[in-house]
Each structure stands twice: as C-alpha cells, then as structure tokens.
C-alpha cells in the first residue's frame, strides 16, 4: 500500500514538472499575443487589427534586420560605421516615393494634405538636440526600444518610464517656447516649388547625405 | 584554439561592446587573438562590420542560451 | 578563417532554418519603408510612438487626478482631439503593440526570447535618463525619431531636416559623454 502512493505521488511530481517546463517564457508570450488579437477580434475591431498587422511587420523587420535608428547616428559618430546610416536613407528613399502619392492624391481631391508637417522654431533645434543625446545615453532610440522590450530586456521598460517622465515634461514644457520665442509655420516643401521642385529638393538632400556617410567613412569630415 | 586574451561583455548593450573592443584591439599585438562573448544580437553585427572595415580576422559561433563567441585575431594593417 | 561575407564567417547560420535567418540591413530597410507607408496609407498617419507614450502617461496621470488637458500642448486643437478620441483602441497604441509583438514573433522563431537581467546599476541610471532626455526632447521637437525622422522626412516637411542634423550633433555630444562614462 506505501509503495504505491509512493509510485502515484512521484509520477505525478513527474508530470507537473514536465508541464512547467512546457510553459516557457516564448509560449507565454505567443499566448499573450493570441489574446490579444482574438480579443480585438471579439470586439470587431477589424480596423485596430489592419492597424497591428502593419506594426508586426514593422517590428518583425526591426528585429529581423538587428535595425537601430540610434545606431545610424552613433556608430557613424563612434565607429566611423555608416551600414545602418546608408539603410536609413534607403528608407528615406523609399517612403518619400510612397508619401508623396499619398500626399498628391489627397492634394488633388482638395484633402487636406496629410503628413507629419509640424512647425519649426528653437524648440524643434534644442529638442532634436536632446533627443540626440538621450538616444546616446539609453543605448537605442525610441523604437530600439520597443524591440528591446519584445526580446524580454527588462533594462527596457527603464527607458520607457523615462520616456514617460520626460514626455509629461517636456509637454508642460513646449508652451513656453512657442510662448516666448514663437516658431514659424510649417514648411513643406511643395508649398515652396511645387511638387515636381519639391521632390527633386528632396532627393537631392538625399543624395547629399548619402555623400556626407561616404566622407564620414573615408574620415575626411 | 586557446585565445591569448578574453573579454565577457554579456550583458552589455550597444554601444558599450564595440567600444571596450576597440580599446582592447588597441592594446594587445598583431597576431594575438581575442576571445569575446556577448549576448547582444546588434553588438554582433556591429563588431563584424568593425571587424571587415579594418581587417582584422574573425569567425562567430553561437553557442547556445542566446550568447555569441566571436574569436578575433588581430591584423597588421593600418590601426584604426 | 578568411574575411568573407556575414553569411559564412558565422559558422551556426548555415545550420539555422529559413524563418530563423538574420535579413541584411537593406533588407528591413525595404520591408520597414513599406509598412509605414502602407500605415500612412491606411490610417493617415505616419507611424509614430512618442505621441502615443505621451497620451498613454496623460492617461495615467489623470487616473491619479492630475489635470494635464490645460497644459499648452492640449490645446491645440490636433493634440486635444487625440486626447479626447483616446480610448484602448487608441490606433497609434495598437500599432506600437504590433510592434512589440512582431519582434515577439520574430525573436521566438529565432529563440531569442527571454528575459534578459541588467548588469549594473549604471545601466539602469543610464536607461532612466536616456528615456528622459528623449522624452523630452520628443516633445520639443513635435516627435521621436519614428514621427519626426521617419514621417518628418517621408513627408517632406523641413521640420524632419531639422531633427535629422540637429539630433546627429547631439548624438556626438552624447558620444562623447559616454566615451566617458564608460572609461
């Protein structure tokens, strides 16, 4: 009788061991994610869904292609490594073709013209410059980030209370500026010469930073 | 092959790896090799490109948990 | 052991399967251009993640009873309106979820999901006040590098320029800080 609650109770440690060890952080997060998107699914949010398909792929291809947009600046400045720098502009290259449609389409209904055009004045300089520093400082930049928390890095969710901190900051902050030092409007290029002059304008920026990595490498900046 | 020098940089994030690299590659001789692992999937990338713009031999292997060796020798050419 | 390319310098790729291969950089350019132009396409927007950071600590803030909806920045009339559409289907939230999630996925096919310790307190200072610089600095400039970079260029507004050579002077700044740091 002893021997054989021994041997029921030692096969079913046997089995609840095996069963923890199915559950592997990776299935957990696959199981997250199926939640997620059946949840969505419940609710008829097939909009939100076309929404985060769109974000998988962008992720997929950040993790993917080891892609880092702080690196693009970075490493040309530390390491004279201007590989992801030329991949940034080739993503220039490419959505500027895209938005452009986009935009022209919408401009010749009498739309709106979409876009993030935003205003310009000394806030946009200074915090360009801050945003350079801190990228520096947290090892990424914002969507570095992002990947970094869906590889389990727990240093992540660190910078992403950061972030947090110094949005609410810097929202409560950015009056002041347009208050006392004002910003012009924004400049869109097409506005200035046209569509046919602004996409040449652009493409000619382009071309000139991708001279600018070249001289980078070749350490005669 | 036994390296003559190792670096541990797990746990280190970009840019810390290439950059404690570099300062070592400096130091030891031409010839010698080095031993690094790291766990940081960009830092790979990273140091192999570093690796190819100076010339210096490397051959990576995972080994396994997520941790990268990558076994540098160091060439004669021009130092960086 | 000869300096050939990535492919056959690392002696494990040869041995991974298809779905668990790294892409070369051009490669997630491409795929990376085209989601967020397919994104612009379909939402009007460009992707962009320090916007929806800030309405999501907004959110916070106003659980706790903290007022931000006067602040200047909620008053223009683009940013109050995302304020006031935002629920949990917020578009720019479940975008940046599908983010994290495709590098889930792709992390899991690759085995490189888990959860990964920090190795020093420097670290952690480090990250806090990163993240809070470009906070910060998002804020100021109207985006992050997704929206101001990214979109700003894409769409050809000057304000994008800016942020591009502006945040390459602060990366040297910021270069040269952690050169010392690191000692």
């Not at chain 1, 690196?71 to 080739?90: E, N, P, Q, W």
């Not at chain 2, 570099?22 to 990338?45: C, F, H, M, N, W």
Request: proline share 3%; with cysteine; glycine share 10%.
């Amino acid at each position: 009788m002893k021997t054989l609650i021994k041997l029921r109770s030692a096969s079913f440690l046997a089995f609840a061991e095996r069963f923890i060890l199915l559950i592997t952080p990776a299935k957990m997060g696959i199981a997250a994610i199926g939640m997620l998107v059946l949840w969505a699914a419940f609710q008829s949010a097939w909009d939100n869904l076309v929404l985060w398909l769109l974000g998988a792929l962008l992720g997929f291809c950040l993790h993917r292609a080891r892609f880092c947009l702080a690196a693009a600046f970075r490493d040309a400045v530390l390491f004279r490594d201007i590989s992801l720098s030329k991949a940034m502009i080739i993503i220039f290259f490419v959505s500027t073709i895209g938005f452009a449609f986009i935009q022209f389409r919408a401009y010749s209904l009498g739309l709106p013209i979409p876009g993030n055009i935003h205003p310009i004045g000394f806030h946009t300089v200074i915090g360009a410059f801050i945003f350079g520093v801190g990228m520096v400082l947290a090892g990424g930049c914002v969507c570095s980030m992002l990947a970094r928390l869906g590889e389990g890095y727990v240093l992540a969710l660190f910078i992403l209370l950061g972030i947090m901190a110094g949005s609410l900051a810097g929202a409560y902050n950015v009056g002041w500026w347009e208050a006392t030092i004002g910003s012009i409007k924004p400049v869109f290029f097409p506005d200035y010469l046209g569509w046919a002059g602004g996409i040449t304008l652009q493409f000619l920026a382009l071309g000139l930073l991708y001279l600018l990595c070249a001289r980078i490498e070749r350490k005669r900046l | 092959m036994a390296a003559s020098h190792f670096l541990d940089l797990v746990g280190e994030i970009c840019p810390v790896p290439l950059i404690i690299i570099q300062k070592k590659v400096a130091d030891i001789e031409a010839g010698d090799s080095l031993l690094i692992e790291t766990d940081y999937p960009r830092a790979v990338r990273n140091i192999m490109d570093w690796c190819r713009n100076n010339a210096h031999l490397y051959s990576v292997e995972e080994k396994g948990k997520g941790i990268w060796r990558i076994i540098l020798i160091k060439s004669e050419a021009k130092p960086f | 052991m000869d300096n050939q390319d990535y492919y056959s310098q690392n002696s494990s790729f040869s041995e991974k399967r298809w779905w668990q291969k790294d892409w070369p950089y051009w490669a997630g350019a491409l795929g990376i251009a085209l989601a967020n132009i397919l994104l612009f396409a379909f939402s009007g927007r460009p992707w962009g993640i320090s916007s929806t950071i800030t309405n999501c600590s907004v959110k916070a803030l106003q659980a706790f009873n903290f007022q931000p909806e006067g602040w200047h920045y909620f008053m223009k009339p683009a940013m109050a309106a995302q304020l006031q559409n935002f629920d949990l289907l917020n578009s720019g939230l479940w975008v940046n979820l599908g983010v994290v999630s495709g590098v889930v996925i792709s992390a899991v096919l690759m085995g490189e999901f888990f959860p990964r310790k920090f190795r020093s307190m420097r670290q952690i200072l480090l990250a806090l006040a990163g993240g809070f610089l470009m906070g910060f600095g998002a804020r100021l400039a109207y985006g992050c590098n997704a929206g101001a970079l990214l979109g700003g260029v894409s769409s050809m507004s000057f304000h994008g320029w800016l942020f591009a050579g502006f945040t390459f002077l602060g990366a040297i700044v910021g270069s040269k800080l952690i050169l010392r740091i690191i000692r």
